[in-house]
């Protein structure tokens, strides 16, 4: 059972601290940290990390690329990089003092050619033994999001299960994709629906509106300090946020989406795959940076849930 990942933008994350942001002054830094990327490839780390097979597909272009490529393989993440004419982006972020505000700054990444984008498609399908598929993160300038109905139609033409964590115009263009599984936020859903969602009983009822409106068959909403809630399998459910120490909030949904994935793959129920996910959002807050959660805070915060 192997679960492969696509980023069609990933990110050189560049990571310091600096004492106060202020305008028109030279900000002195501090030595910076460097992490491979992107919600696909934060996604094959968190699963490779909490001991499942996961393979990284994704464009890779200049050296901002080459280090991802590097970063990726000194972690162990089985990768297949698809070259491109242009130049993989950096996402730069600033945390001001300790403990202080976090700035986060992101580019808008390269163009893709139908024929780079047919290769990342070529390379992704030919994954073997796949049983999920994640698509996550951003689309890349000019990419139509027409691409995720061209890639739910070749996963179920092979029997894989689509997951897809996107947002804005892409994330509408889902309906009718064919996806297993979406995880929107709950502004996110307001957002597709074109109204207010005044109350909990709402939210479960604009959830089910997207399941119904054949966006997933599986609908996963997060609703931040308050957790997730579910709907789709037959169920409605609600699971509480594990209330952890926040260091920082890069990767924390990256991370839910990948231990619900692994633990659908290893034959989990729909209801102890959310409860291993909020465990995973929950133990990357409690990392500092653009690390992300950490097998042994999975396991423990898993086992308080109330998990079977």
């Given at each position: 059972m192997?679960?492969?990942?696509l980023?069609?933008?990933?990110a050189?994350?560049?990571t310091?601290?600096?004492?106060?942001?202020r305008?028109?002054?030279?900000?002195?830094?501090?030595?910076?940290?460097?992490?491979?990327?992107?919600?696909?490839?934060?996604v094959?780390r968190?699963?490779?990390?909490?001991?499942?097979?996961?393979?990284?597909?994704?464009?890779?272009?200049?050296?901002?690329?080459?280090?991802?490529?590097?970063?990726?393989?000194?972690q162990?993440i089985?990768?297949?990089p698809?070259?491109?004419?242009?130049?993989?982006?950096?996402?730069?972020?600033?945390?001001?003092?300790?403990p202080?505000?976090?700035?986060?700054?992101?580019?808008?990444?390269?163009?893709?050619s139908?024929?780079?984008i047919?290769?990342l498609?070529?390379?992704?399908?030919?994954?073997a033994?796949?049983?999920?598929?994640?698509?996550?993160?951003?689309?890349?300038?000019?990419?139509?999001?027409?691409?995720?109905?061209r890639?739910?139609?070749?996963?179920?033409?092979q029997?894989?299960?689509?997951?897809?964590?996107?947002?804005?115009?892409a994330?509408?263009?889902?309906e009718?994709?064919?996806?297993w599984?979406?995880k929107?936020?709950?502004?996110?859903?307001?957002?597709?629906?074109?109204?207010?969602i005044?109350?909990?009983d709402?939210?479960?009822?604009?959830a089910?509106?997207?399941q119904?409106?054949?966006?997933?068959?599986?609908?996963?909403?997060?609703?931040a300090?308050?957790?997730?809630?579910?709907?789709g399998?037959?169920?409605?459910?609600?699971?509480a946020?594990?209330?952890?120490?926040?260091?920082?909030?890069?990767g924390?949904g990256?991370?839910?989406?990948?231990?619900i994935?692994?633990?659908?793959?290893?034959g989990?129920g729909?209801?102890?795959?959310?409860r291993?996910?909020?465990?995973?959002g929950?133990?990357?807050?409690?990392?500092?940076?653009?690390?992300?959660?950490?097998?042994?805070?999975?396991e423990?915060?898993?086992a308080g849930?109330?998990?079977?």
């Open positions: 192997a679960i492969a990942t980023t069609l933008n990933p050189l994350d560049v310091t601290c600096t004492e106060k942001v305008p028109q002054h030279k900000l002195r830094c501090s030595t910076p940290r460097y992490d491979p990327g992107g919600g696909g490839i934060n094959a968190v699963v490779t990390h909490l001991g499942g097979e996961a393979t990284a597909v994704f464009p890779s272009g200049g050296p901002a690329g080459a280090m991802i490529v590097d970063l990726l393989e000194e162990k089985v990768i297949l698809v070259p491109i004419a242009g130049a993989t982006r950096e996402s730069f972020t600033v945390d001001e003092g300790r202080g505000d976090q700035y986060r700054f992101v580019l808008p990444g390269p163009e893709l139908e024929d780079e047919a290769a498609l070529d390379a992704l399908f030919g994954v033994d796949v049983t999920h598929i994640v698509v996550s993160g951003s689309l890349p300038p000019g990419c139509d999001p027409a691409i995720f109905k890639i739910g139609a070749r996963c179920a033409e029997g894989v299960k689509l997951v897809i964590d996107t947002s804005g115009p994330l509408a263009a889902c009718g994709a064919g996806a599984l979406i929107p936020s709950l502004r996110e859903v307001a957002d597709l629906l074109g109204r207010e005044k109350s909990e709402d939210e479960m009822a604009a089910g509106t997207l119904q409106r054949g966006f997933a068959e599986i609908v996963v909403v997060s609703l300090e308050r957790g997730a809630l579910l709907v399998d037959g169920k409605e459910l609600r699971v946020a594990i209330p952890v120490e926040a260091k920082g909030t890069v924390a990256d991370s839910m989406v990948a231990a994935t692994l633990a659908s793959a290893e989990k729909i209801e102890d795959a959310l291993y996910g909020i465990a995973a929950a133990a990357t807050l409690m990392t500092p940076a653009t690390e992300l959660a950490r097998k042994e805070d999975v423990r915060l898993y849930t109330g998990s079977s």
